[in-house]
């Protein structure tokens, strides 16, 4: 008797009604009580033995197709899937979905889908990413109006965003107020704190993986929303039917409009615009070209203006090459520019990076037990510290540029996930990266090496003079690193319904944010690893235990992060437009840890869920030596992003066809901060003296948002679809604490802390529509 065979089930899901690709989807063979997952392209490979099988194509929030194939060779089955018109059977659909959540070895991650996104109400009735992830355990702001977020104590340069792979270095427009982020381009995100995948490098804390929609490949519909402050356009639809799509949308806020009627010159306002081109050569070919674009701009009456935001291009190609590789090559170029004109000196001072990033990405699906990634990517960086040049011919500044810098990081990877037993699977992956640090114009030269020198006497650092100045072409490198990155991850399944999880990484960081600020803004400047600058090196575990319940699951993670090399920077640190940045830094480590709780709901009426962190993020920089003193004597001290206690809840109910609501409450402890504890006078000046480093917090940060969506229905049914959302932030009008400062009080001479409050209570109402 003959040796029964296997062959391959293979292909591609969609969204019926307009060709999307779809992320996550499940396909399942209950006979064989085995199944596969759609990757990022919506791709699927499952090897199955010779026969005929029950196959089920299952994603929440969209209606099963269930097809019988009878398998004698190798098969391509595309597949599209219907949009849910009714209550789906949610016992059987969610309990398989469930169960191969509790399966993957996978942890410390959340998936959102972009209609999720618009059901959580934030400030300005703007739809926001950023916001809502916030929302999630171990995931936090520096608070109202701040740029960047962070990720188990992390700091917000510790994070890759990437958009359809190209990275972001800058997530927010107005300050915070918004993200980059159009809601209504977005297909799909993944935010991995921890249990990073070999596949992903370059930052020690997180990666926010985001993918755009591709374009409706079957008909044309344009999708919006009117706001108070901003409003934004998305069309899409076939350059050829079911196989050539785009998509191009904007967004841009216009409140400055209505400044001069209140004799206001100030102007902010954003604008960005999102835009994809999809083509499917034929069954084994798909190309696409996607790109981003944003720029703030601000203009201070007549004494400045500037203007900031990211630029991407991307060009890919998904090649099949057989029923069981797939590959993904990936052309990047990403820039990110900061430009500030100050009028009353008469100069513009113009800064950045960019990089071009070469990729090519494998999935190899060996067996149903065994699938395995590999690739490559070489990323080529130009840091333009800063360039000033004078905007009149009357300005008594001369034109000079800081010193160019450049570099190159390459990485080879690989990871395979297997199923050891029916309860144990293993995620393992290896990554070496490299980085070079490339010849420049100006290279400075200390005695020993040692850019930043100790008075012991005065107890101070002090910047070190240069003995020589050289150069080196752009073909030398001055200084190259090389890392292996280890990963596992491991879960192990308990019963049906639960499971624990254990995950290590190790992640390299070559870049750095300079700045000592709590968030970033868009003055600071990244600068390479080189001489004097090394890698920041992470190494995170964590453990956890997975339970689904019948409608709701539960998570609890614990986590230990150390990263070493982490800057820091000497006291009254001179950073802005520094040709020799090294001479103030000093380089410490960093470590958080923490506890973290998720239940979450995604079935019924009522959906959402209850996060909760208790955590701690500490930073040391001690001396070199043992005569230093190092930065706050050596001693551990809270870095500006801790937060003992972060408690979130997010709820969205459905009452009817008309109407749903929304909620959301927000309780963090208070941000780190230095207060001035006394003041001596020298030479007639007063000088403030100031406690150890972040040893006081600001108040208790809280705040409760709303909304309510109204769709109104016609007796027919109509093309056009339009809905309104009234949304209120923080209800009870907290006014939480942006910053403490110090002054004297003109009237008594007393010093007196005076507090700054973002936002107090914020109504809005928009207006969304689609056909």
Same mark, same amino acid.
């Given at each position: ?126 739809? /926001?990413? $950023? &916001?809502? +992830?916030? *929302?999630?355990? =171990?995931?936090?702001? #520096?608070?109202? !109006?701040?740029?960047?977020?962070? %990720? ?31 809601? /209504?381009? $977005? &297909?799909? +995100?993944? *935010?991995?704190? =921890?249990?990073?995948? #070999?596949?992903? !490098?370059?930052?020690?804390?997180? %990666? ?34 079911? &196989?050539?799509?785009? *998509?191009?949308? =904007? ?51 007549? *004494? ?468």
């Amino acid at each position: 008797m003959s040796a029964q065979k296997d062959f391959t089930l293979s292909g591609t899901v969609t969204e019926s009604d307009n060709g999307e690709t779809m992320i996550g989807v499940n396909i399942l063979i209950p006979s064989l009580q085995t199944g596969a997952v759609t990757n990022g392209y919506g791709f699927y490979s499952i090897k199955l033995p010779e026969g005929t099988h029950e196959i089920i194509y299952t994603s929440l929030g969209f209606e099963d197709y269930t097809e019988t194939i009878t398998l004698n060779g190798n098969v391509t089955k595309n597949i599209g899937l219907a949009v849910s018109t009714q209550s789906l059977d949610e016992v059987i659909i969610e309990t398989d979905v469930e169960k191969r959540s509790i399966k993957t070895p996978q942890m410390s991650a959340n998936t959102l889908k972009a209609s999720t996104i618009k059901k959580i109400p934030v400030v300005l009735g703007e739809a /926001d990413l $950023i &916001k809502v +992830i916030a *929302l999630l355990p =171990g995931v936090t702001t #520096a608070g109202e !109006g701040a740029s960047g977020f962070n %990720v188990r104590g992390g700091a917000a340069d510790q994070n890759l965003i990437l958009l359809d792979e190209a990275t972001l270095y800058n997530s927010s427009h107005l300050f915070g107020f918004f993200s980059v982020f159009n809601p /209504d381009a $977005i &297909k799909d +995100i993944t *935010l991995y704190k =921890g249990g990073i995948p #070999a596949r992903y !490098g370059g930052r020690v804390s997180s %990666v926010l993986d985001i993918y755009q929609k591709d374009g409706n490949k079957q008909d044309f519909h344009a999708t919006g929303g009117i706001g108070l402050i901003a409003s934004r356009l998305l069309l899409e639809g076939p350059i050829v039917k079911e &196989k050539a799509s785009f *998509l191009v949308g =904007g967004r841009s806020s216009y409140a400055h409009l209505f400044l001069p009627l209140f004799d206001n010159d100030n102007v902010a306002y954003f604008y960005d615009l999102n835009a994809k081109l999809s083509y499917d050569l034929n069954d084994n070919n798909k190309l696409y070209l996607s790109g981003y674009f944003g720029r703030d701009v601000f203009n201070i009456s007549d *004494l400045f203006s500037n203007s900031f935001g990211n630029t991407t291009v991307n060009l890919r190609w998904n090649h099949l090459y057989n029923e069981s590789l797939f590959s993904n090559l990936s052309v990047i170029f990403s820039d990110y520019y900061y430009g500030l004109e100050l009028k009353f000196v008469e100069f513009q001072f113009d800064s950045g990076v960019q990089n071009f990033n070469l990729k090519y990405d494998f999935t190899n699906y060996i067996s149903n037990k065994f699938k395995m990634r590999y690739g490559l990517n070489s990323i080529y960086y130009k840091f333009n510290a800063g360039e000033v040049t004078p905007t009149t011919e009357t300005s008594g500044v001369n034109p000079f540029k800081l010193t160019e810098k450049f570099a190159l990081e390459n990485a080879l990877y690989v990871e395979g996930e297997l199923e050891v037993s029916k309860k144990i699977n293993i995620q393992a992956g290896l990554r070496y990266s490299t980085f070079n640090r490339l010849g420049q114009t100006e290279i400075n030269v200390y005695e020993n090496d040692n850019p930043i020198l100790y008075n012991q006497p005065l107890d101070i650092y002090q910047k070190a003079t240069p003995i020589d100045t050289i150069s080196a072409s752009r073909g030398t490198t001055l200084k190259s690193f090389g890392y292996l990155e280890p990963r596992l991850a491991l879960a192990y399944q308990l019963n049906d319904e639960s499971s624990l999880k254990a995950s290590y990484n190790r992640t390299t960081q070559y870049i750095h944010l300079i700045s000592n600020t709590t968030s970033p803004t868009p003055f600071d400047i990244y600068a390479p690893s080189g001489q004097f600058i090394e890698p920041q090196i992470g190494d995170q575990v964590a453990v956890g235990y997975f339970r689904n319940f019948e409608n709701f699951s539960f998570d609890v993670e614990t986590y230990y992060k150390k990263i070493q090399n982490r800057l820091d920077y000497v006291d009254d640190a001179d950073l802005i437009a520094n040709n020799a940045i090294e001479q103030v830094l000093l380089s410490g480590d960093a470590r958080a840890y923490g506890l973290e709780f998720l239940v979450r709901k995604t079935t019924g009426k009522l959906q959402g869920w209850v996060s909760y962190t208790l955590a701690k993020s500490e930073q040391r920089t001690p001396g070199r030596t043992a005569i230093e003193t190092g930065i706050n004597n050596g001693e551990w001290y809270n870095t500006a992003w801790d937060r003992l206690h972060d408690f979130s809840a997010t709820a969205q109910y459905e009452l009817n066809s008309k109407w749903s609501f929304g909620a959301n409450f927000i309780y963090q402890s208070g941000q780190p901060t230095t207060y001035p504890t006394g003041q001596y006078e020298y030479q007639g000046v007063t000088v403030p003296v100031y406690e150890p480093r972040n040893s006081s917090r600001l108040s208790q940060f809280h705040h409760l948002d709303v909304s309510a969506t109204w769709s109104p229905k016609t007796e027919v049914e109509r093309r056009w679809k339009g809905e309104w959302v009234f949304s209120v932030y923080n209800l009870y009008n907290r006014s939480n604490a942006a910053s403490v400062s110090f002054r004297e009080n003109t009237d008594t001479g007393m010093n007196e802390a005076v507090r700054l409050s973002i936002f107090g209570i914020v109504p809005s109402i928009t207006y969304n529509f689609k056909f």
